[in-house]
């Protein structure tokens, strides 16, 4: 016997698509938070032998680089959302 529910309009087909792109960014923007807060600190030895300003590469990224990562993360992250809330406001 053939599937007898209804067709998926086209705007429950745009709600999924809608809701996947919703949550890709947080998910991204997580992963890469838990990259520069787990990952980076693991090559601090490595990266001391590079002097930078007078401070240790290894240092600077410990102390400098994973906050200008984060807030990078922050600023994506919210033009990103400003965008999507103004496509999701106009009127058709």
């Known amino acids: ?3 007898q529910s209804p067709p998926e309009s ?3 087909g745009r709600e999924r698509g809608a809701r996947g792109r919703q949550v890709r960014l947080p998910i ?7 990259f520069l807060a ?3 600190p693991r090559f601090v030895q490595p990266l001391n032998l590079v ?18 990562g984060f807030l990078t993360i922050g600023i994506i992250s919210a ?5 999507r809330e103004g496509r999701d406001t106009k009127v058709s």
């Open 38 to 40: 787990f990952a980076v």
């Open 51 to 68: 002097d930078v300003l007078a401070f240790p590469f290894g240092y600077y990224m410990a102390a400098q680089g994973i906050l200008l």
């Open 1 to 3: 016997m053939p599937d």
């Open 10 to 12: 086209d705007a429950v």
């Open 28 to 34: 991204v923007a997580l992963a890469a938070g838990a």
């Open 79 to 83: 033009r990103w959302h400003n965008r």
